[in-house]
């Protein structure tokens, strides 16, 4: 049983961050010309990856610009600020569009030099087939491990993935992700190059350390469990809310915030009444800095059915939070270093997600030990190292 004495945040100072020497390169005259291709702009981890990778590459070698088919979603007015980016449509997809769309594509990609499609669908498609036709390289990305995303998608999404043969390079963001990719689209798993989502590691730690929004503060005065994400069936919130009830019912008392929005926001609501919980559950929407929620939290807890590697788990290990995470395919169990940086726990089952949180709730030294154990893993999604990586590929593709 926890006491009646608000739980103190993890407020200590995060470790001084190592400098990484990197070789000093003379820009080329002429910078290589890159086009990154996206469906829409939304506020979860591929929009926020992209970014990432954007602030890390080498300035002046490389000029990146963002082609998005539809305008719309949280971060569309942060990317175009912070990027050159051009909407194909104001309008939501339909498959009309698609000969507008790869007709606009098509004159996008005649003046790069390199195509780089964030995730996999039609962007990532009509970028192939507009590249084959005038001859430039393409690198995609895998973000989920297809072999267990595909149940949640269409017949088309999963073919589609068939005709990545065709790319130049193909990025998985875990290992997990590749294998997965590799069953669906039947190609050799050594094709597929590996490299982590980059992570800006000095800089989310400056912003974890900003204060609360005033709305916020006197939620943070007791226990908190934190989760961060879209609120849709993937990241398995249904599950999350179950197990806080179940927490409660042990009689271990705290609040459950949920920071993100989507299309269940009314579901989860209703399942939070329907278990008497809907007091201690605070929807928080999107927040354009989620990290001081997740610094401040007495628990991370993550829910998802499956994922690829999932940006908001690694920017928990970066705040130096007590993790707690479903064992999805994949990614929690490569980034957790099984289990020693965070507990895991398996999928759909929210009586086993209650104990863990539980146990980390009444337990102060064990999540010290978790903290720091993340904080010390969370350097293998440094971008010193990971968009160095990324480069190394788009050079490689070069013609």
Not at 294 to 311: H, I
Request: with cysteine; proline share 7%; net charge neutral.
């Amino acid at each position: 049983m926890l006491s009646d004495k608000p739980d103190e945040p993890h407020n200590g100072p995060f470790p001084a961050q190592q400098m990484v020497s990197q070789p000093v390169t003379q820009p080329p005259s002429n910078p290589v010309k890159l086009l990154f291709l996206l469906p829409n702009i939304g506020g979860g981890g591929i929009e926020r990856a992209m970014l990432n990778l954007l602030d890390g590459l080498t300035a002046g070698r490389y000029d990146p610009r963002v082609v998005v088919h539809e305008r719309g979603g949280t971060l569309a007015e942060e990317v175009a600020s912070r990027v050159d980016t051009r909407f194909l449509g104001q309008a939501p997809y339909s498959r009309w569009r698609l000969p507008m769309l790869f007709w606009h594509i098509l004159g996008e990609v005649r003046r790069t030099d390199v195509v780089v499609a964030m995730n996999e669908g039609r962007a990532a498609v009509l970028g192939l087939l507009a590249a084959k036709l005038v001859g430039k390289p393409v690198v995609s990305v895998i973000n989920f491990d297809w072999s267990r995303f595909k149940l949640e998608n269409s017949w088309r999404q999963t073919f589609a993935l068939r005709m990545y043969r065709f790319m130049d390079a193909v990025v998985a963001v875990s290992h997990g992700a590749a294998e997965g990719f590799c069953v669906v689209s039947g190609m050799d798993s050594a094709t597929v190059r590996v490299i982590s989502v980059p992570q800006p590691i000095a800089r989310v730690r400056t912003r974890a350390l900003e204060p609360l929004p005033e709305a916020f503060q006197a939620t943070f005065e007791g226990p908190t469990v934190v989760a961060v994400g879209r609120l849709d069936r993937q990241k398995g919130l249904d599950v999350l809310i179950d197990a806080h009830a179940r927490v409660l019912e042990l009689g271990v008392q705290h609040r459950l915030i949920l920071v993100g929005q989507g299309g269940l926001l009314n579901e989860l609501r209703v399942r939070a009444s329907e278990l008497g919980v809907e007091g201690t559950v605070v929807f928080a929407g999107f927040q354009s800095n989620p990290f001081p929620f997740v610094r401040n939290s007495t628990v991370f807890a993550m829910s998802s059915r499956f994922e690829g590697q999932p940006l908001a788990l690694a920017e928990a290990m970066t705040c130096g939070a007590a993790i707690v995470s479903t064992d999805c395919p994949a990614g929690p169990r490569e980034m957790l270093d099984d289990g020693r940086c965070g507990l895991l726990v398996p999928v759909e089952d929210p009586a086993a997600l209650a104990g863990a949180i539980a146990s980390l709730l009444r337990d102060p030294k064990v999540r010290e030990g978790l903290r720091t154990a993340a904080l010390e893993r969370s350097k293998m999604f440094d971008d010193a190292r990971v968009v160095r990586d990324w480069e190394a590929v788009i050079d490689s593709v070069r013609r």
